[in-house]
């Protein structure tokens, strides 16, 4: 049964830190690419970061550039995603996305920016 597990959301405040992590399980994870995608209340769902198969290589949105680093274990099938510099309006559900053979989402942590 093909899973992906996001997890380490939580309140934060403006500024600070939390490193996301997205676990996968019941398929070949080092031949996906991962994306992570983030949804605020009342938005669309948005690209944030990505990275291929390998990890050799990462894009990011122009709004977390700087801020955020996607990066992969693929000895432990998992995808991170570090968040420095949180802003308010990093607020939103936090989804990550495999792509390769087939195309799986997780269902998503909470990330809440504020005072």
């Known amino acids: 049964q093909v899973q992906l597990v996001e997890s380490g959301g939580g309140l934060v405040q403006p500024g600070g830190s939390l490193r996301l992590s997205c676990a996968a399980s019941g398929f070949t994870f080092s031949s996906y690419a991962m994306r992570w995608y983030r949804q605020a209340p009342g938005k669309e769902r948005e690209l944030v970061a990505a990275?291929?198969?390998?990890?050799?290589?990462?894009n990011y949105a122009d709004s977390v550039k700087g801020r955020f680093t996607i990066s992969r274990d693929n000895a432990k099938n998992t995808v991170y995603l570090q968040m420095n510099s949180l802003k308010p309006e990093d607020t939103a559900v936090y989804y990550c996305?495999?792509?390769?053979?087939?195309?799986?989402w997780g269902k998503g942590t909470l990330v809440t920016v504020s005072s």
């Open positions: 996305r495999a792509f390769g053979a087939m195309v799986y």
């Open positions: 990275i291929t198969s390998t990890g050799g290589n990462t």
